[in-house]
């Protein structure tokens, strides 16, 4: 039990369509990080919240967006979804200002996306 | 280039049999690595973590890894594993630069056979 919850934990959209992911961290993780995995690879980092500012972005496109909320919850955004967008979508969160401090990283059990 | 290299994709073991995945990773700058766990349908769990100090980390279900500075290596072991053991593991790096980012390698199965 990592205190990290995803929701909703199966979905299915159709190629073009936009799509809304849901993480709940713990109380007092002030960062929060997405990641795609696709299948077969490793989890990819896709950007990362501090106090609802992002201070960190991957490679990822600009249809990619988040929000991050001051009662510990965050969203991923994806606008114009493509068929290589299929994927799990993991939300992680830990304690303190991004990540280089060393804490702990705590992941959700993730969300999977297929684009049809 | 890759950052993090994991080079087995799978790794068949006996139950009760020692296990070693590999990894080795690529940076002109400090580090931090890491190993995670993802058991079937689950997220990822840390194994353990290494941010400075002593060179062999143990971690948790009788894992351990050691740092090897000179051959950009942290790999992980375990003496003796069991058919719970069977998962994906990942490998992960944090540069000590301007980028604040976790970067994974592609993971190594490990499958314990009977």
């Known amino acids: 039990e990592t205190g990290v919850t995803q929701s909703p934990t199966h979905l299915i959209k159709t190629r073009g369509q936009q799509v809304t992911l849901r993480c709940s961290s713990q109380s007092g993780h002030n960062t929060v990080s997405w990641y795609q995995q696709a299948l077969g690879q490793g989890p990819q980092f896709i950007f990362q919240y501090y106090r609802e500012e992002e201070n960190g972005r991957g490679n990822f496109p600009p249809r990619f967006s988040g929000l991050q909320f001051p009662n510990y919850s965050s969203e991923l955004n994806v606008n114009a979804l493509e068929l290589d967008d299929s994927a799990l979508y993991l939300c992680?969160?830990?304690?303190?200002?991004?990540?280089?401090?060393?804490?702990?990283?705590?992941f959700g059990e993730g969300s999977w996306l297929t684009v049809v | 280039a890759q950052s993090v290299t994991q080079l087995d994709s799978q790794v068949p073991v006996f139950e009760e049999a020692p296990v070693e995945l590999r990894c080795n990773y690529s940076?002109?700058?400090?580090?931090?690595l890491f190993w995670y766990v993802q058991y079937p349908n689950q997220g990822l769990q840390l194994l353990l973590k290494y941010l400075s100090g002593s060179t062999l980390v143990k971690g948790i279900n009788g894992f351990e890894a050691e740092f090897n500075k000179s051959q950009t290596s942290f790999h992980l072991r375990k003496p003796s594993v069991h058919i719970s053991d069977t998962a994906e593991y990942f490998c992960?790096?944090?540069?000590?630069?301007?980028?604040?980012?976790?970067?994974f390698g592609k993971g190594t199965r490990l499958h314990i056979l009977p």
């Open positions: 992960a790096v944090i540069k000590m630069n301007r980028d604040d980012k976790i970067i």
């Open positions: 940076s002109s700058v400090s580090v931090y």
């Open positions: 992680a969160s830990s304690p303190g200002k991004g990540l280089r401090d060393g804490n702990t990283i705590y």
